[in-house]
């Protein structure tokens, strides 16, 4: 798992297994939420968000999952391909202001073939 | 193709020096930021512009000034370079604050 600034985790998959990438947020009042994915040499590429009045949102085979009960995000991966290794890191906003979003330090995914 | 370009993708630069790094965006976009990106740290955002003529500070703004003449550009100007500011410097944009932010590649900058 991951929490905003803290260490790199790693996560290793077989090629077409799912994967989750977990984030622990801290602030309550973020109402916002972003996952990003960055591979290597290159600056991050938005994959999905969710706002703090959801629970869930699907895109192309990926979901975000939101449980502010316990402050976690998560990301669940479908049929993980070699191109979706990359770090993947999650954002919040503080909803007090826009321009304030907190990154993690992310998780490197590796998906082996 | 339609995105932010930063410039230059690498440096390497004496203590003491002044360097601007530059930012252009083509999506005419409202919003600009500025982070830096250390290892095992995350992005941390510098400076902020929520529109043309208007900046703002980050989490971590000292030795860093920006402005913001356009909407197109946001360079960032580090006055007089110190060690600690070596890292990967990423720019981006969003149409509000209220949107996800496009990056551009990053400037690795390297302070010796």
């Known amino acids: 798992g991951e929490s905003v600034g803290l260490h790199l985790p790693t996560l290793s998959v077989q090629e077409g297994d799912n994967s989750i990438i977990n984030c622990a947020y801290s602030n309550s009042a973020s109402d916002y939420f972003i996952w990003y994915k960055q591979e290597s040499g290159k600056g991050p590429q938005f994959i999905i968000d969710?706002?703090?009045?959801?629970d869930k949102r699907q895109g192309q085979r990926v979901t975000v999952l939101l449980n502010k009960t316990v402050k976690h995000l998560s990301l669940q991966i479908a049929a993980t391909q070699p191109g979706d290794s990359a770090v993947y890191f999650c954002a919040e906003r503080l909803r007090y202001n826009n321009n304030d979003m907190r990154f993690g330090a992310g998780t490197r995914l590796t998906v082996k073939p | 193709i339609a995105g932010i370009t930063q410039a230059p993708t690498s440096q390497i630069l004496a203590a003491g020096r002044r360097m601007t790094l530059r930012c252009t965006q083509d999506?005419?976009?409202?919003?600009m930021y500025w982070y830096r990106q250390d290892l095992g740290l995350g992005l941390r955002l510098i400076h902020y512009?929520?529109?043309?003529?208007?900046?703002g500070k980050g989490e971590v703004p000292d030795g860093y000034s920006v402005s913001r003449a356009n909407t197109d550009d946001f360079p960032l100007t580090l006055a007089s370079a110190v060690p600690s500011q070596t890292s990967v410097y990423f720019c981006?944009?969003?149409?509000?604050?209220?949107?996800?932010?496009?990056f551009g590649d990053g400037t690795r900058l390297s302070i010796l």
């Open positions: 981006a944009s969003s149409p509000t604050g209220l949107q996800p932010q496009h």
């Open positions: 999506m005419r976009h409202n919003a």
């Open positions: 512009s929520n529109t043309a003529g208007t900046t």
């Open positions: 969710i706002r703090s009045n959801m």
